[in-house]
């Protein structure tokens, strides 16, 4: 059976995506960065490559390169934008740089066939989507020319015996049209098999933590209450049973009945599992006393939620393991070709937990991005109250209270996010919003409240769409959901006489305010 695909990334801010549509459409995928030693990418015995785009100029000095290797070793192989243009140079093809670059849609004419055009009806044309500065001007010996657009005299060629095939568009993004469906033309070209389904993964990874764990070993779990974290509890608890043992700190920051759903829910649905509830909020309440900045603020919550999660690790005694939550493009940042982005908040996890308490770490959800632990979760019987619940932040609500935080602050905050996150299920936006909540400021306004003057405190709603919480936009809610947010806050949270709808985009905000 051929192997997986493997992505080498370049550094092209579309890489995941590769990944990501080629996954949905059965083909398991993995990214390995550019500079990777030829022999480790071969290790894996690929089926086949595609080389992405990157930002790189192939002929500027320090770009990424191609290893002769890797193009003597016959895998069927796509280079997209910058990959095209790599293995034009490798080739002996000639490069141009443009003045000017194209960005952005093009239309797309086959001319000549190409089992990459096989999802194509006839000559069908293709909206796509360009963004490069440096274009093939000459195919290299043994390639044909299989596709141009207007400006493009090269926009897709190939050398069909060596299995090599070019697009200098990107099939990845939305705006390509049929993108998935050139990405499959590849793959099965390529002779891959589409056989990847959550199920097996789910199987795969429950035998790989058997065999990690051991019949005896015994494994320690944070649960936040969090997609990520419920759903590696809930893969756990199927490889180890009774050996996994969670912990729930309860930091006093949670939303309105967080802990009570999340604890409830988990004994529901694992009547089994070993819960360890940690009431520890006048702990982190009394530390946080008077501290106003976001920074310091997310400092003293890590701390104490890693001295928390100790003891009662401590109290639990015997675990050997730890597990977490980490996403692959936790993994994949840490060793991109750019090396990790410019730090913007540090944020909460548990990441200083293993090397200080001698844990050997268990990261079963590694590999998936966050719409398949979803997916994986739903496979797991794991409920849709728990699946859907909106990311909710490590620092919880501190980092939405500007200012320094205390208990008033919070009641009052907890009662507004309640309104804000109960009108918007009831409109059944809730899962077209990546996530909704309320902000409390630290100004007050004027008002007038019956026939008096009020001064009071200002409430922000925020409410975003996203696919993955890098980029995201500020949600388009109907007028009257928004009225009803403002009406219910003002008349039903004491001391609140404004409310305000935040329309800002990230970037350059972010998603919360701190
Ligand atoms: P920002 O505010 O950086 O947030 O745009 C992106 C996503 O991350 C969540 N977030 C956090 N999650 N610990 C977490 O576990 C944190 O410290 C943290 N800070 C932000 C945020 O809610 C959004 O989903």
């Known amino acids: 059976m051929a192997g997986h695909l493997l992505i080498i990334d370049y550094g092209s801010q579309f890489t995941q995506l590769i990944a990501r549509k080629t996954r949905a459409l059965g083909y398991y995928a993995e990214i390995l960065p550019a500079g990777i030693p030829v022999g480790e990418a071969l290790a894996q015995r690929p089926g086949a490559l595609i080389l992405s785009g990157g930002p790189a100029s192939v002929d ?114 939305h705006h390509t049209e049929k993108g998935s469906e050139l990405l499959q033309a590849f793959l099965s070209e390529a002779g891959l098999e589409n056989g990847w389904r959550m199920s097996s993964f789910a199987r795969d990874a429950v035998e790989e933590i058997k065999r990690t764990v051991g019949p005896d070993g015994h494994v320690l779990c944070g649960l936040s209450g969090g997609v990520d974290s419920t759903v590696a509890a809930a893969l756990l608890a199927r490889a180890v049973g009774p050996r996994l043992h969670c912990v729930f700190v309860d930091n006093g920051l949670l939303r309105q009945d967080e802990a009570s759903e999340v604890v409830e829910g988990f004994r529901l649905c694992y009547p089994d599992l070993r819960l360890t509830v940690a009431d520890a909020g006048a702990e982190f309440l009394s530390r946080l006393q008077g501290v106003a900045d976001p920074e310091e603020k997310r400092r003293i919550i890590g701390h104490t939620f890693i001295e928390v999660f100790s003891r009662e690790a401590r109290k639990i005694g015997q675990a050997d393991f730890l597990a977490q939550g980490t996403l692959y493009p936790d993994v994949i940042e840490s060793v991109s070709p750019q090396g990790p982005s410019a730090l913007i908040k540090s944020h909460h996890n548990v990441g200083g937990l293993p090397k200080e308490l001698g844990f050997t770490l268990i990261e079963p959800l590694k590999y998936l991005f966050k719409d398949e632990v979803r997916e994986l979760g739903a496979e797991l019987g794991v409920p849709e109250c728990l699946l859907w619940r909106h990311p909710f932040p490590g620092p919880g609500l501190a980092i939405r209270i500007i200012g320094p935080v205390d208990r008033e602050s919070l009641s009052l905050l907890r009662k507004a996010d309640a309104i804000v996150r109960e009108e918007l299920r009831a409109s059944g936006l809730d899962r077209v919003v990546w996530q909704a909540f309320a902000v409390l400021l630290p100004v007050r306004s004027v008002g007038v409240m019956g026939d008096g003057r009020s001064y009071g405190q200002v409430v922000a709603v925020r409410a975003v769409t996203s696919v993955d ?20 806050i003002i008349n039903e949270v004491p001391g609140v006489n404004r409310v305000l709808y935040d329309i800002s985009s990230k970037p350059p905000s972010t998603i919360e305010w701190e």
């Open 60 to 173: 500027e000095p320090g770009a990424p390169g191609l290893d002769p290797e890797l193009l003597e070793a016959g895998i069927p192989m796509l280079g997209i934008c910058y990959g095209m243009q790599l293995l034009a140079r490798a080739l002996g093809g000639r490069l141009t740089r443009e003045a000017h670059g194209e960005y952005g849609p093009a239309e797309l004419e086959p001319t000549a066939p190409s089992p990459l055009w096989r999802p194509l009806n006839g000559s069908e044309r293709l909206r796509v989507w360009m963004s490069h500065g440096d274009r093939v001007e000459e195919a290299p010996p043994g390639f044909r020319i299989t596709g141009r657009t207007q400006d493009l005299p090269v926009a897709a060629m190939e050398d069909w015996e060596r299995r090599i095939f070019c697009l200098q568009f990107h099939t990845e993004v």
């Open 469 to 488: 919480a890098m980029t995201a936009d500020w949600a388009r809610l109907p007028d009257d959901l928004l009225a009803r947010f403002s009406s219910r």
